[in-house]
């Protein structure tokens, strides 16, 4: 078993990402009406229904899930490295929403369990996982230049599912 392998950190770390990521979207759920009814002409029709945002919110941690046991039971590096375009995503997430909350002068849903959980977790994880496996600046950059354009796209691909299920009335219309 390759976890045996692993510093208890480092998988503390990994097996942490699934609930963070959970507690994160229950957050972002928890408003979202609102979010939408705000900002519907951003949104477009694609995303201004709850049923997607619920299908993605639910369906991110169980896909984090999977792909953080896999990291556990794999002895390879690349899906470490994967864990943490991940990790670097969430972060980037969770900066966005305070900006938004910035720009906007009110707090946005994610913003609290960004500020309060989010941002906690990943910084200690970029800390443990540069400690732990000896990771350079160099490739922190190159990993947060990749999380720049998997993090938005993985939202973007279960928003699009959730949608996608709605119109074939497989998920319920709120």
Same mark, same amino acid.
């Given at each position: 078993?390759?976890?045996?392998?692993?510093p208890?950190?480092?998988? @503390?770390?990994?097996l942490?990402?699934?609930?963070?990521? /959970?507690?994160?979207?229950?957050?972002?759920?928890?408003r979202?009406?609102?979010?939408?009814?705000?900002?519907?002409?951003?949104l477009?029709?694609?995303?201004?229904?709850?049923?997607?945002?619920f299908?993605a /919110?639910?369906?991110?941690?169980?896909?984090?899930a999977?792909?953080? @046991?896999?990291?556990?039971?794999?002895?390879?590096?690349?899906?470490?490295?994967i864990a943490n375009?991940?990790?670097?995503a969430?972060l980037?997430? @969770?900066?966005?929403h305070c900006i938004?909350?910035?720009?906007?002068?009110?707090i946005?849903?994610g913003?609290?369990?960004?500020?309060?959980?989010?941002?906690?977790?990943?910084?200690m994880?970029?800390?443990?996982?540069t400690?732990?496996?000896?990771?350079t600046?160099?490739?922190?950059i190159?990993?947060?230049?990749?999380?720049?354009?998997?993090g938005? /796209?993985?939202i973007?691909?279960?928003?699009?599912?959730g949608h996608?299920?709605?119109?074939?009335?497989?998920?319920?219309?709120?």
């Amino acid at each position: 078993m390759y976890y045996l392998d692993m510093p208890l950190n480092i998988c @503390a770390v990994i097996l942490l990402f699934p609930a963070v990521l /959970a507690a994160h979207n229950l957050d972002e759920c928890w408003r979202i009406d609102e979010f939408i009814r705000l900002h519907r002409h951003l949104l477009r029709c694609r995303c201004s229904q709850r049923s997607p945002v619920f299908f993605a /919110a639910s369906l991110l941690p169980l896909a984090a899930a999977v792909l953080c @046991a896999a990291i556990i039971q794999h002895p390879v590096p690349i899906p470490r490295y994967i864990a943490n375009i991940f990790i670097v995503a969430l972060l980037l997430n @969770a900066l966005g929403h305070c900006i938004l909350s910035l720009m906007q002068r009110s707090i946005t849903p994610g913003t609290l369990s960004a500020m309060m959980l989010v941002m906690p977790y990943c910084v200690m994880a970029i800390v443990i996982m540069t400690r732990g496996l000896g990771y350079t600046l160099r490739t922190w950059i190159h990993i947060t230049g990749i999380a720049v354009v998997t993090g938005p /796209a993985t939202i973007f691909l279960f928003l699009g599912l959730g949608h996608g299920l709605m119109r074939c009335k497989m998920l319920p219309q709120r």
